[in-house]
């Protein structure tokens, strides 16, 4: 499978973006889709989840400002990032999980967000 994020940029604070992951193909069966972020010098931290049944998980740090969405039909995840702050900045990268995995099966490429203070 691969997956493809898009919808990075440049944004001053308080601004808002909407990153987009698309899979190659159907993403039945899988488990659970999401999104990491790493910032320069910095560990990559899961930002968001969202499983097959909707069931959403997100870090402390953007709860209230983030939203994580799935479109099964499109095989699609979505991020809306909203109240954007200039520590949100780093490389985002969507991924996708097996049921019967820990850890990420396949990674997007990563899509940059900077905000500017």
């Known amino acids: 499978v691969q997956l493809q994020a898009s919808g990075g940029g440049l944004v001053q604070a308080g601004g808002s973006l909407r990153l987009s992951c698309a899979a190659s193909r159907s993403i039945f069966g899988f488990d659970a889709m999401g999104w990491y972020r790493q910032a320069p010098g910095k560990l990559r931290d899961l930002v968001a989840s969202?499983?097959?049944?909707?069931?959403?998980n997100y870090a402390d740090s953007v709860k209230g400002r983030f939203t994580i969405s799935r479109d099964n039909a499109k095989n699609m995840v979505f991020l809306q990032m909203n109240s954007l702050e200039p520590e949100d900045t780093a490389v985002y990268y969507c991924?996708?999980?097996?049921?019967?995995?820990?850890?990420?099966?396949?990674w997007g490429q990563g899509t940059q967000v900077t905000v500017s203070s």
């Open positions: 969202i499983t097959s049944g909707g069931s959403t």
């Open positions: 991924y996708l999980r097996g049921v019967a995995s820990v850890a990420p099966n396949y």
